[in-house]
């Protein structure tokens, strides 16, 4: 079955950095549009950054200039490196795969990874 795994929350200063991983299992990693999203507590979950299989991308207004996704089919892997942190990037982090096609559409989510950005 498809799995998406996280890694690489934890605990980061205003200004910091951290790299998020998400290693996928069980599906056709390369065909995907893969994506980063993320829900503070009380608030909806939102879309932080994405990535097609063709390698385009689009990111939250929030996050431009300071967050980049990028994928590594081979290693069936999407990345989020987060630099210049903020207090409000607080949240817990989730990837999601995604793929439509003529016949169906279908997503997977990851379990997620909490980010702290306190100090």
């Known amino acids: 079955q498809v799995q998406l795994v996280e890694s690489g929350g934890g605990v980061a200063q205003p200004g910091g950095s951290l790299r998020l991983s998400c290693a996928a299992s069980g599906m056709i990693f390369s065909l995907y549009r893969m994506g980063w999203y993320r829900q503070a507590p009380g608030k909806q979950r939102e879309l932080v950054a994405r990535?097609?299989?063709?390698?385009?991308?689009n990111y939250a207004d929030s996050v431009k200039g300071r967050f980049t996704i990028s994928r590594e089919n081979a290693k069936s892997t999407v990345f989020l490196q987060m630099n210049s942190l903020k207090p409000e990037d607080t949240a817990v982090y989730y990837c999601?795969?995604?793929?439509?096609?003529?016949?169906?559409?279908?997503?997977?989510w990851g379990q997620g990874t909490q980010v702290t950005v306190s100090g």
């Open positions: 990535i097609t299989s063709g390698g385009s991308t």
């Open positions: 999601k795969a995604d793929l439509s096609t003529n016949v169906f559409t279908t997503d997977y």
